[in-house]
């Protein structure tokens, strides 16, 4: 299981949210250039779902390639449901990762899998150690206007950003994460909101005001 | 990593495998001064793909199977025989398949018995059972040579001898306390080229010990075509895994050749 919140910043801004970042974490970050492979079960493969009136629907399942210096199949399941998820403003969700040999999209590919987009993330991240690893995401995101070019990728939302927070949690703990990920997110909120995936709430417009002031703390005081 | 052999046995024609068989080959392993060291388990499983339309099976793999290695515990292997793919990843693996719902396991056998020491050798001599089962399906043994093992055992008597076909050498570094540092480094016998005569020669010595007790069958190993699967020389256990895939169709093959015989 994970814990997740997303939100959007402006290109222009990354730069303070990474000094914000830098002073939280007091760690350098880490790079990040990673080939996003998504691929869904073709139209024969999967097992049957039943619903009611005796309508038979069909799982798709769909599963990602993450590749950069080693390949990670993530299955990113369903997230949990009930009053009391909906109350909590961090999504929490099955998630499973696995490394894998050079051969998994080969794989895949063999056993009835079809490509159905590529993604390139390019920017940073930072881990804190809190009740969970935090890990804070910034990248661009790419597509690809020829398959696997990942030498010709082009933004999706030039100009924009993506933020991701994540903490690994189990059904055991998940609350104390949530929490901590909930009093993490205050921290960026000047720059940026950040919600639950697929609830989009835009850039913040305290974004310029929180950006120059951060730019102009980060070379600290001269005496 | 040490090079292994997979060898499984072949009862004579109209002959079966039972489980006198294994107690025999398990006193012979002790015969010729094998040290029982503990148990261990491998566990091969069939996967088959959840189709809305059975119709269409022939688009998906023949044969696609998992197997988890009692070496590697935190790790999974996937084997696709007919299209000659061989994939290692995490054991987390079976998890994220379980998930996704479009294959589901069919049948596992267990491959599980004794392992013996036997001077750089280690033998694993197990039964072969369906999960759930009891009933002998085939024995297997596995034969590994641990190329490294007198090199550290040179080290650890902390004197340095010369072995007979360890190729070595040795480098003195002065350092600035007048004192220095002899650095031994080994040539391990990584290439399956290269260990295949001492594979050979055991199986030579295994052969005679085993024949001695008249069994009605004997042990074979085949090596699988590692190259197909795009796998180097230097062994690894996706190597290992190539192997259980390919034993288990020998195992098949001759169960239902017997059975053809019968009928």
């Known amino acids: ?223 | 990593m040490p090079l292994k052999w997979v060898f499984f046995w072949q009862p004579n024609a109209g002959s079966t495998v039972n489980s006198q068989i294994l107690n025999e080959v398990s006193q012979c392993v002790e015969s010729i001064n094998g040290v029982k060291e503990g148990r261990w388990k491998a566990t091969l499983t069939f996967y088959k793909p959840m189709l809305r339309d059975q119709a269409l099976s022939a688009d998906f793999p023949r044969e696609f199977i998992g197997i988890s290695l009692p070496e590697q515990p935190n790790k999974y292997y996937f084997v696709l025989r007919f299209n000659k793919i061989v994939l290692e990843s995490d054991s987390s693996i079976q998890l994220i398949m379980e998930k996704l719902q479009s294959y589901k396991s069919r049948v596992a056998l267990n491959f599980e018995g004794f392992q013996y020491q036997l001077g750089d050798f280690q033998l694993r001599v197990g039964k072969v059972v369906p999960s759930h089962s009891e009933n002998l399906r085939g024995i297997v043994m596995e034969v590994l040579y641990y190329y490294f093992s007198s090199a550290i055992e040179i080290l650890k008597q902390g004197a340095f001898y010369i072995f007979f076909n360890i190729q070595y050498w040795y480098r003195l570094v002065p350092v600035s306390s007048c004192s220095f540092l002899l650095q031994v480094e080994y040539l391990p016998i990584s290439s399956l080229e290269k260990s295949k005569q001492i594979m050979v020669e055991f199986s030579d010595i295994w052969k005679d010990a085993i024949s001695k007790r008249s069994l009605a069958g004997h042990f074979i190993h085949i090596e699988p075509n590692f190259s197909d699967y795009g796998l180097a020389d230097h062994y690894t256990s996706q190597h290992t895994a190539v192997q259980y895939t390919h034993v288990t169709s020998q195992l098949i093959a001759s169960v239902q050749a017997v059975q053809t015989g019968r009928n």
Do not use: W
Not at chain 1, 34 to 39: G, Y
Not at chain 1, 148 to 153: F, I, L, R, S, V
């Open chain 1, 1 to 223: 299981m994970e814990c997740v919140v997303q939100g959007i910043i402006e290109t222009q801004y990354v730069e303070a949210l990474e000094i914000l970042l830098q002073g939280l974490c007091g760690v350098n970050r880490e790079r990040l250039r990673v080939h996003e492979i998504c691929l869904k079960s073709g139209p024969n493969l999967g097992s049957a779902l039943l619903m009611p009136k005796n309508f038979a629907g069909f799982v798709t399942s769909e599963v990602r390639l993450l590749c950069d210096l080693e390949q990670t199949v993530k299955h990113v399941g369903g997230a949990m449901r009930g009053a009391g998820a909906e109350q909590i403003s961090v999504l929490v969700r099955s998630m499973v990762e696995s490394k894998a040999s050079k051969n998994v999209l080969r794989l895949f590919y063999s056993l009835g899998y079809k490509l159905d987009h590529e993604l390139l993330r390019v920017g940073f991240t930072f881990h804190f150690e809190r009740a969970a690893r935090i890990t804070v995401t910034v990248s661009s995101v790419n597509k690809m206007l020829k398959l696997h070019a990942t030498d010709e990728a082009v933004p999706v939302t030039p100009g924009i950003q993506m933020v991701e927070v994540t903490a690994p949690a189990t059904s055991e703990n998940y609350n104390e994460v949530v929490a901590s990920v909930s009093s993490f997110c205050e921290y960026l909120a000047p720059l940026l909101h950040l919600s639950k995936p697929g609830v989009s709430t835009g850039v913040v417009p305290t974004a310029a005001a929180a950006a120059a002031s951060l730019m102009s703390d980060g070379g600290g005081t001269i005496l």
